[in-house]
């Protein structure tokens, strides 16, 4: 079995993969999956091994038929100095951010439980399985969430890893290639000694130790070319 075929068959069985963006960029390890896998114990799992922040990309496509913004188009438009001010302030490895709004499942309680966000999260992947054949979704999506909430959404670059290569499109691209819908659950690995990422030898272990597929953005960003190329032909 190649990686490729490792990584749909974890994922399939409703467990996690390690992504490694690279050296280059955040230079952290996330835990991921298909948002139409997460259930209770996904999110309990992200909150004691990864502890970062756990929150959900949606392609720009799907982004764009149920209008979900740019956090940052959202400040501009405010037109406020103090928030303009901060915004200049860019980030550290030269990208513009992926954040949209936090959202809660509207039958939520108060949205942060392991069981409340296991409930957006998961509607949130229902809806992206749908939209892979039908693409109006935005009565649906509207009519299942309230704002604000527990959940912070990030929006995928259009084109993917031809314009950006974060783990929001690195994960978006491994659920075209796996035949998932459009919509990934991520969280960053923390160390708690150092108050640092986890390190990637570290990462590794733990992968090993649970039996979790690792894959390096490299990686990814090479079978999603040999997959583009494929259909292309």
Known sequence: ?????????????????????????????????????????????????????????MSDELCENVGLPYMTDIYEKLNDENLLKMLGHGLPYGARSSFSIAINHKESFTGITDVDRAMTINELGNIAEIFKDDKNVQDLFTSKFRIPGHVPLLRGRIGLLKNRKGHTELGLALCEMTDFGPSVTMCEMMDSDSGQALSVSDAKKYAEKNNIPFVSGEEIIKFWNDFIDDKEV
Do not use: Q
């Open 1 to 57: 079995m190649n990686l490729l075929d490792n990584l749909r068959k974890s994922w399939n069985d409703g467990n996690f993969i390690l992504l490694y963006d690279s050296d280059d960029r955040e230079g952290e390890v996330d835990m991921v999956i298909p948002s139409i896998m997460v259930k209770e114990r996904h999110v309990a799992l992200m909150r004691n091994d990864a502890g970062g922040l756990i929150c959900t990309a």
